[in-house]
């Protein structure tokens, strides 16, 4: 081939982040043919021996690859056969690349994934430790980005963590679904040799094998399973930030945000810019094109292997980093947000926030919505003619308006009160949100369940190297 050409269709630059995957996919497949007698034990030890050296150094970060190679396979396969001639011709018996290419991307998205899902398990503990605090803290929920009904600063953190675990559970999907084995496939159709795809799968702890060597080999649905996670990731933390970056402007003023996360401006003084919160949502475009990338590479192409499928390289190694790198710095910066109690208070009492609580009231005494609802907003007419707030209108006003309005009615123009009444299941009151955290911590510890029975790879590499050959 010409070198410019091998030069621009390599994917070594991205896929060497793959080293120890492939490494460790090689030594279990080397177990493998020494199991079923592909090879003799002396040509066994060796490969298996050099290819968990490899795998030390490159966990040292200090493995050396040779360049000028297609990808990080044959780069592997390259240095090895230098280093033992011969033997390490035998490696690649019963193996294609395609087969060979699915196990490390396998490996990598299952333990991408785990790790992802534990930091985010971690973040959401945060936030619900957070909202347990915060309970007492009321300020507006917004619908149209304008002011609509009390809440406590507990319930909005609680919505908060509600998206995030749905991420958790995308992360969860894409864990289970890269979880079979592609070993054994080939380059499309099997192979003649007596192998047992079932060691592989077992060394490697995987729940057990793929079921077709054609689906397999051009099957990239795990990945999209996996970007789709981290762009889900990504925007739960993105809307987060929204809220965060709009509260803390003194348009809003609810949050503040310590010096320690907050940016300057190199011309104005004053300033003190949420920045991290803006990378945060700037960043998770990232994670849509990685999925939106991957969706239109897979698109179109034909049962079995296309090279195209090199290039889901750039979007399933970019995703862990990525993703990661953004629960860090939101779960870091969080820490310097604080609610600002009498501002977020002053939210509600300012305007008329509470206006469905007082209707509510008056459908409580028996009057039909629809006419409370025409009721109350005359008094909130009113009360903007008068530039005063709901509460502050009085009862003789209110009674001018409507006979039915009292003092009961009225008392629910106290916004802790609107709070507290709002007790419908998945509310806002109190005792529904202490509920919501409860659901929201044993949803998160069986997330991090999860993570924990996925094993690290170098825990694997230690299996593969302690079965007997
Ligand atoms: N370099 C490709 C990759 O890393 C593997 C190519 C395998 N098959 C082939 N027939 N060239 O995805």
């Not at 490390?104 to 998205?109: D, E, I, M, W, Y």
Request: one cysteine or more.
């Amino acid at each position: 081939m010409l070198p410019e050409i091998v030069a621009w269709t390599s994917s070594l630059p991205h896929d060497r982040a793959l080293v120890r995957e492939d490494l460790l996919g090689s030594a279990a497949h080397v177990t493998m043919l020494r199991r079923v007698g592909l090879l003799e034990l002396a040509d066994a030890e060796k490969l298996r021996g050099s290819l968990l050296a490899m795998f030390a150094t490159a966990t040292a970060g200090e493995l050396e690859l040779p360049d000028g190679e297609e990808d990080v396979h044959m780069a592997i396969e390259a240095r090895l056969t230098a280093e033992l001639g011969e033997t390490g011709k035998r490696l690649h018996t019963a193996r294609s690349r395609n087969d060979q290419v699915a196990l490390a991307l396998r490996l990598h998205v299952r333990d991408q994934a785990a790790r992802t899902l534990g930091e985010l398990a971690g973040l959401v503990d945060e936030l619900a430790g957070r909202a347990e605090r915060e309970i007492e803290v009321i300020l507006p929920a917004y619908t149209h980005r304008q002011r609509a009904q009390p809440v406590s600063a507990a319930f909005l953190l609680s919505a908060w963590c509600m998206q995030l675990l749905r991420a958790g559970d995308a992360l969860r999907t894409a864990i289970d679904r890269a979880n079979e084995s592609p070993l054994g496939c080939g380059a499309c159709s099997g192979t003649s040799l007596p192998i047992d795809r079932d060691v592989v799968a077992e060394l490697l702890e995987f729940r057990g094998t793929t079921a077709n060597a054609l689906d397999t080999i051009g099957d990239r649905d795990f990945a999209l399973d996996w970007t789709w996670a981290g762009a889900r990731v990504l925007l739960a933390l993105s809307r987060l930030a929204t809220d965060v970056i709009d509260f803390t402007t003194s348009e809003f003023g609810f949050l503040r945000i310590g010096d320690a996360i907050a940016a300057g401006s190199s011309m104005m003084p004053q300033k003190k810019n949420p920045d991290v919160f803006e990378l945060v949502r700037g960043k998770s475009s990232r994670g849509v094109a990685n999925l939106t990338a991957l969706l239109t590479l897979v698109k179109g192409l034909p049962t079995g292997y296309a090279r195209d499928l090199q290039d889901d390289r750039q979007s399933i190694l970019e995703t862990g980093p990525l993703v990661r790198g953004a629960v860090r710095a939101a779960r870091a910066a969080m820490n310097h947000v604080t609610f600002d109690p009498e501002a977020c208070l002053r939210g509600v009492s300012d305007g008329a926030t509470q206006a469905t609580d007082v209707a509510e009231a008056l459908v409580r005494k028996g009057m039909p919505f629809r006419e409370a609802y025409l009721t109350t907003g005359k008094l909130v007419h009113l009360a903007r003619e008068k530039n005063v707030p709901l509460a502050k209108v009085g009862l003789d006003v209110a009674k001018s308006v409507h006979v039915a309005f009292d003092e009961a009615v009225l008392a629910v123009l106290d916004p802790k009160q609107a709070v507290a009444a709002k007790k419908s299941a998945g509310g806002t009151a109190p005792e529904r949100v202490r509920e919501q955290i409860a659901w929201v911590r044993a949803a998160r510890f069986e997330l991090a369940e999860k993570v924990g029975n996925v094993p690290e790879l170098d825990a694997l590499a230690r299996n593969v190297a302690a079965e007997a050959l």
